[in-house]
């Protein structure tokens, strides 16, 4: 971990990790709360509602944005339209976190930008509810979730010391908060904007950001001051980048690359595959005994689900591999997770194959969210925990935006990849989607011999000046 100062105060209360980690994990349960909850609803919103005339000329800026949009795509119809703007505002979700980091670096600090973050995101929830004003809620989230994402997540980070071999395991764990509050959004903000009204929906995410906020304020007591509070208090001081640090730094930036490709293909889960549950999907929960249709929506609860379900048997099997010395490296994981992506959309293609019409039953799409999810725990939560571990401090909140930019690039690949959706054949979309996650896994399994010795280095090299820098307080001490 790149944080040589980190926090432990002895008091634990989650599985044997610092008290603080279980309030930054309640924190972003509420926050993912809101952001899926809201995200769940979106395509269908444009769809069937905003984008149709004459709601559509009342949305202020939909003209500019459209032509902006068609001179470089051609005329667009609502379908692609929409996953164009789905994809533009998912991708820039990803873009602010990096300069969001940089102003808590340098200026304000992770405090402070988490609570500016979750005031801001909760107003832009609550502007949605207008939808003449659906582009200026949109960029309030855009910029409340800048200040928020990178800064929640080096927190976690900021609770161990550095080499403390918790810390995979402790992002897994926070990992499981973002996904439970992913899965019950669905389930009410869906359900409110199919049933009662899109506008309700947007309600009930503005109503989970506001309780996030609420927990985080109350969390501040148990959690360590951050880097430009211990600047202030000269407990720290301010270093220069090591050729070490340069390593490691230009390591991250290369697993950006491939990383971009898996938020790609993964993020249609909100845009193209929302449209093929509603479309082409037998939602009937057992044909010809139970008719009870699945709502389109709650599909969007499927993968947080299986995080939750299937992230202790994960990491029960990780346990299991370092024991034997056979645990796959950080990188290898990675890989693993873009195979597993691939085969994901293998199954919707073999689905779209054998229901060319439509009608295809809900187990299909089961079947591709579990692959899905298997490969997002292969390699989401590793490459948080290995941006925090390996990152140095002194721009840790920034490098941890700039893995972030990987879902910016790749959310607006995803809208652009989305608008085919309409146009070509289901079954070409989907092994198009399975060849785009394939070859990313390709190149990230051959970045895994040039950077394993710089990523394994780095936490070692932290590890021994946390070590030195300990014994000589203790020496002080000693001589005081």
Known sequence: MANATAYQNGEKSLFGHPRGLTYLFTTEMWERFSYYGMRAILVLYLTNYLLLEPTASNVIGYHTLKRFFESMTGPLDVQPFSSMIYGTYTAFVYLTPFFGGIIADRWIGQRYAVIIGGIIMAAGEFVLMVPQFLFLGLGLLIIGNGFFKPNISTQV?????????????????????????????????????????????????????????????????????????????????????????????????????????????????????????????????????????????????FNPFMIAAFTPLIVSLWGRQSKKGTEPSTVTKMALGLFLLAISYLVMALAAHLAPQGGASWLWLALFFAFITLGELYLSPIG?????????????????????????????????????????????????????????????????????????????????????????????????
């Open 157 to 301: 980070g900021n609770l161990y010391q550095p080499g403390d071999s918790r810390i995979d395991r402790a992002y897994s764990i926070f990992y499981v908060g973002i996904n439970v509050g992913a899965f019950f959004s669905p389930l009410i903000c869906g359900s409110l904007g199919e049933t009662v009204g899109y506008q309700w929906g947007f309600f009930a995410a503005g109503i989970g950001m506001v309780i996030g906020q609420l927990i985080y304020v109350f969390a501040l007591r148990t959690l360590p001051p951050d880097r430009v509070a211990r600047l202030k208090t000269h407990t720290e001081e301010k270093k220069p980048l090591t050729r070490q640090d340069w390593k490691a730094i230009f390591a991250i930036i290369l697993l950006c690359i491939p990383v971009t490709f898996f938020w790609a293909t993964y993020e249609q889960q909100g845009n193209t595959i929302n449209l093929w549950a509603q479309n082409f999907t037998n939602r009937e929960l057992i044909p010809g005994l139970i008719d009870w249709e699945i709502p389109v929506t709650w599909f969007q609860a």
């Open 384 to 480: 948080l925990a290995l941006v925090a571990r390996v990152a140095p401090a002194q721009i840790l909140s920034m490098m941890m935006g700039l893995w972030f930019i990987t879902s910016f690039t790749g959310n607006l690949l995803q809208g652009y990849i989305g608008s085919f959706f309409s146009q070509m054949d289901k079954v070409s979309f989907f092994l198009m989607c399975s060849a785009i996650g394939a070859v990313a896994g390709v190149l990230t399994w051959l970045f895994n011999f040039p950077l394993r010795p710089i990523l394994e280095a780095k936490p070692a090299a932290d590890a021994a000046a946390a070590a030195a820098a300990a014994a000589a307080a203790n020496a002080r001490g000693a001589e005081a």
